[in-house]
């Protein structure tokens, strides 16, 4: 069982800039991704980045160019840097890891990240 604990968010006006740190405890070994996803009231959780314990990466079109996601392996913590947010990225956004970021095995308790002016 893996547990994912989030820190980050909050509120910023457009263009602004957050981060987003998640720090995985548990069954290291299970874990090869870690990523976020981010669900608004309503609506299906969408993927947003992901991130290899190589350092593969890959993100979703509405964000490339804008966020950037890394990863120490060393602590199991995976950090996504959100620049020039748009009012559109307003969500709650979750941690995910598993050995698919597809098919996660755990889910962090989710923080809220508001862009308006």
């Known amino acids: 069982q893996v547990q994912l604990v989030e820190s980050g968010g909050g509120f910023v006006q457009p263009g602004g800039s957050l981060r987003l740190s998640c720090v995985a405890s548990?069954?290291?070994?299970?874990?090869?991704?870690m990523g976020w996803y981010r669900q608004a009231p309503g609506k299906q959780r969408e993927f947003v980045a992901a991130i290899s314990r190589a350092g593969t990466t890959n993100y979703a079109d509405s964000v490339k160019g804008r966020f950037t996601i890394s990863r120490n392996n060393a602590n199991n913590t995976a950090y996504l840097q959100m620049n020039n947010l748009k009012p559109e990225d307003t969500d709650v956004y979750y941690c995910?890891?598993?050995?698919?970021?597809?098919?996660?095995?755990?889910w962090g308790q989710g923080t809220q990240v508001s862009v308006s002016s």
């Open positions: 548990g069954s290291g070994n299970s874990i090869d991704a």
């Open positions: 995910a890891a598993g050995m698919l970021i597809s098919a996660p095995s755990g």
